[in-house]
């Protein structure tokens, strides 16, 4: 070899075996070494021979009687199968030192992350339940319940009639109570009669006292809405 020339693969895996007994010269074995460290594939055939060799010294030494001992071929068949089965265990073991490796750079992040998100979640859904609990009483609550000031009823203020109308309602079989029912403008736009007679004579007397009555019409926050008064008649009986 030239010391000048930079060898090939094909050369320097031919001088293995001389690499390996030492047969070189000191700048051939340079020259090996330094392509071994630049060539992975020469690198991983060299660790392959180099295997073998000691996987051989390993026999011990020929017996001085036995110059070939008959069991020789079994012993390099077993060697050679414990080299390649230590072999298969380091690329088994680098296989899962790089997935290793690439599950904690990669994926193992990631689902810290995603499973750290999920927990915050539910914690903050969980606080915010509990704040509900605690501060979102619902306030009882009822028909026609209303606080006072909120809400009034329609309260009759006059009736511009004849007075002697109001006074001949009601018959000796009772008082006459009726439900008048006002808008916003303190007018009634339609009755019923609860208790009482309930004659035609009657009804007229009634719608001829609501026609000519004037309410303080009910109010719901200040405001005028329509409502409900409830008025209650006992005078003489109906003159006929």
């Given amino acids: 070899m030239s010391p000048y020339a930079t060898p090939g693969c094909s050369h320097v895996r031919a001088m293995f075996a001389d690499y390996l ?6 700048l051939e074995m340079q020259i090996i070494s330094t392509h071994l460290k630049s060539c992975s594939e020469c690198d991983a055939r060299f660790s392959a021979e180099q295997g073998i060799v000691h996987a051989l010294s390993s026999l011990g030494p ?5 110059k070939e001992p008959g069991n020789m071929p079994l012993r390099i068949r077993v060697a050679i199968s414990q080299e390649r089965a230590r072999r298969h265990r380091n690329t088994l073991a680098n296989t899962i030192a790089r997935w290793d490796l690439a599950w904690r750079n990669t994926v193992g992040p990631f689902l810290l992350q995603l499973s750290a998100g999920f927990a915050s979640a539910v914690l903050l859904l969980g606080m915010v339940t509990v704040l509900v609990g605690m501060f979102a009483h619902p306030e009882h609550a009822a028909a026609q ?3 006072l000031g909120m809400a009034t009823a329609p ?3 006059y009736s511009s009639g004849p007075s002697a109308d109001v006074d001949q309602i009601g018959t000796v079989n009772g008082p006459v109570v009726v439900e008048a029912y006002v808008n916003g403008s303190g007018r009634v736009y339609d009755y019923r ?4 007679p309930n004659d035609p004579q009657t009804r007229s007397q009634v719608e ?3 026609l000519f009555s004037v ?3 009910a109010r719901f926050f200040g405001q005028p809405v329509r409502g409900l ?6 005078g003489v009986s109906v003159h006929g």
């Fill in 155 to 157: 309260r009759l203020l």
């Fill in 208 to 210: 001829d006292m609501l």
């Fill in 21 to 26: 007994d030492g047969r070189l010269t000191g």
């Fill in 193 to 196: 009669i609860v208790t009482g």
């Fill in 215 to 217: 309410f303080e019409p």
């Fill in 229 to 234: 008064a409830v008025l209650s008649f006992s």
């Fill in 145 to 147: 319940d209303e606080p």
């Fill in 62 to 66: 020929v017996s001085g009687k036995d």
